[in-house]
Every structure is written in structure tokens, then in C-alpha cells.
Nanobody, 124 residues
Framework: QVQLAESGGGLVQAGGSLRLSCAAS????????MGWFRQAPGKEREFVAA????????SYKDSVKGRFAISRDNAKNTVYLQMNSLKPEDTAVYYC?????????????????WGQGTQVTVSS
């Protein structure tokens, strides 16, 4: 079992930045691939970014490439999502998730554990 807790969301103006954190507890964090997903009102949950267990592989949704960066600190059991040049369309609840097989997966079905989410609101 892995418990995940996101933090760092909030209200920011378009063009601004936020850094989300996801603290993990439970099983060995360094064995898990980690991902960030988001869900806007009335829309399905969508993939944002992922990082492999070692941190050596990352993947991103096309619309966030060059603006968002995922990273992890296995010593602190934490994964981060640095979000720059935010746009109103980035507004959503952001969730972190843990994948037991350690890859940087883009599909939600690979993730076994999910956090409760943190709200990100970008005003125009």
C-alpha cells in the first residue's frame, strides 16, 4: 500500500508558475513509477507527466511540453511537478499516482495508487 498526498495547488494568474509536490508513504517509493494527471470540470481525467522509478525517463502530454517539468527525490519520497507559463486551460484538479512496475506510463490503468488531488486555478 502506498499513500500519496499532493500539495502546492492554488490560484495563479496566466503566465505564472506553481510547483506541486506529492509526498509518498508506505511501500518503497523508489520502486514506483510516478505520474501526474488532471481533471477539469466536466472532462475526463487526463495524463500530464510521468517519471520512471529511477528518474531516468520522463514523458509529457504534448500541450505541457516545455512548460511543465516532473522530477523526483527518492530520498525524500517526493515527486514534483514544476508548472511554468500557466494557461487558463491548465485549470483542473491535479492528482499524483504511483505505478508498481516502475515505468513512466501515460495511461491511468498502469497506476495502482492515487492521491486526493490539489486544485490548480489559472485566471486570465
Amino acid at each position: 500500500q502506498v499513500q500519496l498526498a499532493e500539495s502546492g495547488g492554488g490560484l495563479v494568474q496566466a503566465g505564472g508558475s506553481l510547483r506541486l509536490s506529492c509526498a509518498a508513504s508506505g511501500r518503497i517509493f523508489s520502486n514506483y513509477g510516478m505520474g501526474w494527471f488532471r481533471q477539469a470540470p466536466g472532462k475526463e481525467r487526463e495524463f500530464v507527466a510521468a517519471i520512471s522509478s529511477s528518474g531516468g525517463t520522463t514523458s509529457y502530454k504534448d500541450s505541457v511540453k516545455g512548460r511543465f517539468a516532473i522530477s523526483r527525490d527518492n530520498a525524500k519520497n517526493t515527486v514534483y511537478l514544476q508548472m511554468n507559463s500557466l494557461k487558463p486551460e491548465d485549470t483542473a484538479v491535479y492528482y499524483c499516482a504511483a505505478a508498481p512496475f516502475g515505468g513512466a506510463y501515460g495511461h491511468w490503468s498502469n497506476y495502482a495508487y492515487w492521491g486526493q488531488g490539489t486544485q490548480v486555478t489559472v485566471s486570465s
